[in-house]
């Protein structure tokens, strides 16, 4: 890692919390941190699950528990356990809690326009574009690539939202009992891997690799949310499985497309996937793509 890089991102984290202001214990000028401050935020009108609350945020369990007794004795939000299942619990806000929040809303906006006042048009329109691209990237960095059994809940979520999309894109429709669909056992080490993507800790991507012995390793049901695209997760999904084949003895990986899903065929020949003859008979295939690969030094 580059040491001027690293500098830079500690100058920009340093200059970040002292002009929003996360250093002072009364965050916005009301009576609470931060930290509780974002947490009545992420809460929201509807309510949220805490587990997921936990992991939108990336919070510690014990940290997430204590911000919320506070929040409750203050009586700004309410924690109840679900009536079918009373170890999930869910947290909503009172109405002092949406009145706070609506306050913290207002001071956010307040904040956001002393960052823009003293510039003029041109240089606003520089921070914030500049702002956007940095929130794009550190929201690709945030993704988080998981190998899964093929008949986890997140990994079964992302198959249906892949066969739901198929359904929709396909001219003749998506059935998956016509498809060449991999069995799980394939898809298990050591015969395989399945790869699921998270963002926040909700699943937004998916990839299967199989690896057959004496035969190139082959790529099956790859997906990712249409709101998480253009964020490189694709390609870090590809990359991650030929880095697995190859460690597994693989020099060749192979996968194949329609040729509704021109965004797929763009992003395999900008990877390094050439064209080939087909190699299945795969009923929904028109496009059959082969890469060789490196094994790994033994050195």
């Not at 306050?103 to 956007?132: C, H, K, W």
């Not at 990839?207 to 990712?224: D, F, H, Q, S, T």
Request: glycine share 8%; net charge negative.
């Amino acid at each position: 890692m580059d040491a001027a890089q690293i500098n830079q991102v500690r100058r920009f984290n340093r200059t970040v919390t002292e002009r929003v202001g996360v250093l002072h214990d009364h965050y916005l000028g009301l009576d609470r941190p931060i930290g509780e401050a974002r947490l009545l935020w992420e809460i929201g009108e509807q309510g949220q699950d805490v587990r997921r609350l936990r992991e939108r945020l990336g919070l510690d369990s014990g940290y997430v528990s204590r911000m919320l007794r506070s929040l409750e004795a203050d009586g700004l939000v309410t924690v109840e356990p679900q009536p079918r299942d009373k170890r999930v619990r869910t947290v909503r806000l009172t109405d002092a809690g949406r009145t706070e929040r609506a306050a913290l809303d207002g001071r956010s906006d307040e904040l956001a326009g002393s960052l823009l006042e003293p510039l003029n048009t041109a240089q606003r329109a520089r921070l914030v574009a500049a702002m956007a691209e940095v929130d794009r990237l550190l929201t690709a960095a945030t993704v988080t690539l998981d190998a899964l059994d093929p008949d986890h809940p997140d990994a079964q979520h992302c198959l249906r939202c892949y066969f739901s999309e198929l359904q929709e894109r396909f001219k003749t429709g998506f059935d998956p009992a016509r498809s060449l669909l991999p069995d799980a056992g394939e898809l298990r080490s050591p015969h395989g891997l399945f790869l699921v993507a998270r963002l926040h800790g909700e699943p937004v991507g998916c990839a299967g690799l199989k690896l057959p012995p004496g035969a190139p390793a082959e790529i099956k049901r790859m997906w990712v949310a249409p709101h998480v695209r253009g964020l490189g997760v694709a390609r870090r999904i590809l990359a991650e499985l030929e880095a697995w084949a190859a460690q597994h003895g693989h020099d060749i990986v192979r996968l194949d497309t329609n040729r509704a899903l021109t965004d797929a065929i763009a992003l395999y020949h900008s990877c390094g996937f050439s064209e080939v003859a087909a190699f299945n008979d795969e009923p929904y295939a028109h496009h059959w793509f082969e890469k060789r690969i490196a094994r790994p030094s033994q050195e």
